[in-house]
């Protein structure tokens, strides 16, 4: 809350095989107003009536547990596959939580656990990372299959025209998405450091906030661009068509929540709406995200980042070719049509052999 990527992940997706003439229907397990056994009950009592051929249960941690210990999923997994033909399971994370303390140890190596169950339970899995990425992951295993995500907005024109025709004199840059505390403060400290050297060199920047975490951290983000000469703001959280206009009318997204990675929702965003991207290497490399129109620096390296957002911004040619690049990426991989499609060969391929687990 207030967002939730994973629920805007299975209404696009139902969407796009909707058009293909796939019915689909959310269940949504309210576990932490209703209860456990409230939520487990109704699971079973939805896919008892409707007898589903497929339930595809999405994965992340966090959204099984509040504290990041996801037994639940198992439970619900069990269900569906008693009451379900098959049933399919979406990783939005292949790997536990890691962290230096022993609770988060303890956590992260649970997490893994339950991961590796829920593949055992699968009739078929479907990875939002390559699968050669995944280490655990027996390359040989065919019920597994790599599908990108799309971005978290709707696919629309895919050259926004304000790109093209824009006045060199004014740049916007857009952030989509900030961290909670205590990482939100070192976010800030990069992009303040970025827009004051793209700056620098005589034009006038805005930088634009949009998205989750960005109207919680108002105050932080004015306090962290007092004394620049760099315009701010802050829309908070937007309908999924004005963030697609916002994101149209910029000339870059920074992302620095961490190394760039082929799950950021937001970052795919971006590359749909055909911007130039600055962001954090480490992650990116060797995934179709690399392939959009990125400019990847070393982890933490705020001089570089800066280096690379006023490239981005100043030199018109390259520009271009990094736009280029991330509109051929979206058609080629993010597209929530080209997303249906891959599910849908996936899941009617072959004869899927239910484990016996």
């Known amino acids: 809350m207030p967002a939730d990527g994973v629920q805007d992940y299975c209404e696009y997706l139902g969407r796009a ?9 959310i269940a949504r397990l309210n576990w932490n107003t209703d209860g456990w056994w409230k939520a487990l009950r109704e699971l079973r009592r939805q896919c008892s009536e409707e007898s589903p051929d497929w339930v595809i249960l999405q994965f992340t941690a ?3 547990s509040k504290r990041g210990f996801p037994l639940g999923a198992i439970a619900a997994l069990a ?5 379900a033909n098959r049933c399919a399971v979406v990783f939005h994370d292949p790997y536990g939580a ?19 169950r829920l593949y055992q339970m699968a009739d078929k899995a479907i990875f939002a990372d390559p699968l050669e990425k995944i280490e655990w992951l027996r390359q040989t295993e065919e019920k597994a299959v790599f599908i990108p995500i799309g971005a978290n907005i709707p696919d629309g024109a895919e050259a926004p025209l304000a790109h093209l025709s824009r006045d060199s004199r004014f740049s916007t840059v857009s952030i989509y998405c900030l961290s909670d505390p205590p990482n939100l403060y070192r976010e800030l400290d990069d992009i303040v450091h970025a827009a004051r050297m793209a ?4 034009s006038s920047l805005g930088v634009t906030f949009l998205g989750r975490g960005t109207g919680e951290a108002r105050s932080a983000i004015d306090r962290a661009f007092r004394g620049t000469n760099v315009s701010v ?13 916002v994101l149209a009318d910029s000339q870059a997204m920074l992302c620095v929540r961490g190394p760039l990675y082929p799950r950021r929702g937001s970052a795919l965003a971006g590359v749909a709406c055909g911007l130039p991207i600055v962001a954090y290497a480490g992650a990116a490399e060797g995934t179709p995200i690399e392939e959009a129109g990125v ?3 070393p982890y933490r390296d705020r001089e570089a980042l800066g280096r690379a957002l006023q490239r981005i911004l100043l030199d ?3 520009w271009e070719r990094q736009h280029d690049r991330s509109i051929l990426a979206h058609r080629r991989y993010f597209s929530w049509d080209l997303v249906a499609s891959k599910f849908e060969a996936f899941l009617n391929s072959g004869d899927a052999v239910r484990s016996p687990n």
């Not at 095989?17 to 229907?25: E, G, I, K």
């Not at 700056?199 to 005589?202: D, N, R, T």
């Not at 703001?233 to 206009?245: A, F, H, K, M």
């Open 62 to 64: 966090l959204g099984w």
């Open 295 to 297: 400019e990847l620096v």
């Open 79 to 83: 269900i569906a596959r008693r009451c």
């Open 233 to 245: 703001s802050n829309l908070g959280i937007r309908e999924p068509d004005e963030v697609r206009q």
């Open 199 to 202: 700056a620098s060199s005589g």
């Open 98 to 116: 890691k962290g230096k303390r022993l609770v988060d140890k303890i956590r992260g190596s649970f997490q893994s656990w339950v991961i590796r």
């Open 316 to 318: 018109e040619s390259l």
């Open 17 to 25: 095989l909707q058009a293909r003439s796939v019915r689909s229907q």
